[in-house]
């Protein structure tokens, strides 16, 4: 199986490579479209400021590459709020595979939420053999909304869209790579899709 996980400057890309080693897997880091779109499965990483990760991806072109890719794409962190329409971090237009923005923390809980926090209602083979409020590690000031595209939920202050799923493309909010046995597990079934 050819994996690839996107390297364009703005990821933890180091951490979910050995992630999908323990799994037993080669993934490989790239940013040529060629061996993104000849991949079986593609992992979208995000780390950091929205904005000057969107200019990145436009600087090697993959702004337009990531959208019409066919096989199973997962969105990371930052990875899934790109996949989305906007991100109000840096006014930032997004890839627009999602339709929802993301908005910052508003409320009352300490922002950025950092930590081990709860995920529910889980609907998608994306979770299979993870249990409903199994704990995932989260390290965001931003989110986004629940909406029709939401296959988990987290609450931190209000409840909000911790995944999605929209044909393809499936995001999550929390690092799996750096989630414990649960983490590996929704690695696993990525992989298995």
Same mark, same amino acid.
């Given at each position: 199986?050819? @994996?690839?996980?996107?390297?364009?400057?703005? /990821?933890n890309i180091q951490s979910i490579k050995f992630a999908i080693q323990r799994l037993g897997y080669e993934a490989v880091l790239s940013h040529d479209e060629v061996a993104i779109r000849n991949a079986d499965k593609v992992i979208f990483p995000?780390?950091?400021?929205?904005?000057?990760? +969107?200019? +990145?991806?436009k600087?090697?072109?993959?702004?337009?590459? @990531?959208?019409?890719?066919? *096989?199973?794409?997962?969105?990371?962190?930052? /990875?899934? *709020?790109?996949?989305? %329409?906007?991100?109000?971090?840096?006014?930032? &237009?997004?890839? !627009?595979?999602?339709?929802?923005?993301?908005?910052?923390?508003?409320?009352?809980? =300490?922002?950025? &939420?950092? !930590?081990?926090? &709860? @995920?529910? %209602?889980?609907?998608?083979?994306?979770? =299979? /053999?993870?249990?409903?409020k199994e704990y995932m590690y989260l390290v965001h000031s931003f989110y986004v909304p629940l909406n029709d595209e939401a296959i988990?939920?987290?609450e931190y202050g209000i409840k909000y869209a911790s995944a999605l799923q929209k044909d393809n493309f499936y995001g999550v909010q929390f690092h799996p790579e750096k989630s414990s046995k649960a983490g590996a597990q929704i690695l696993q079934n990525f992989l298995e899709l």
């Open positions: 199986m050819k @994996i690839v996980i996107i390297n364009y400057g703005a /990821g995000g780390v950091g400021e929205a904005s000057s990760a +969107m200019e +990145m991806l600087a090697s072109g993959l702004d337009k590459v @990531i959208p019409t890719l066919k *096989q199973p794409v997962l969105g990371i962190c930052l /990875g899934m *709020q790109l996949m989305c %329409n906007s991100c109000e971090e840096g006014d930032t &237009q997004g890839l !627009g595979i999602f339709d929802c923005d993301v908005i910052k923390f508003d409320n009352s809980e =300490k922002v950025p &939420q950092i !930590g081990w926090n &709860q @995920i529910e %209602n889980l609907k998608s083979d994306l979770f =299979k /053999g993870i249990n409903d988990a939920t987290t």
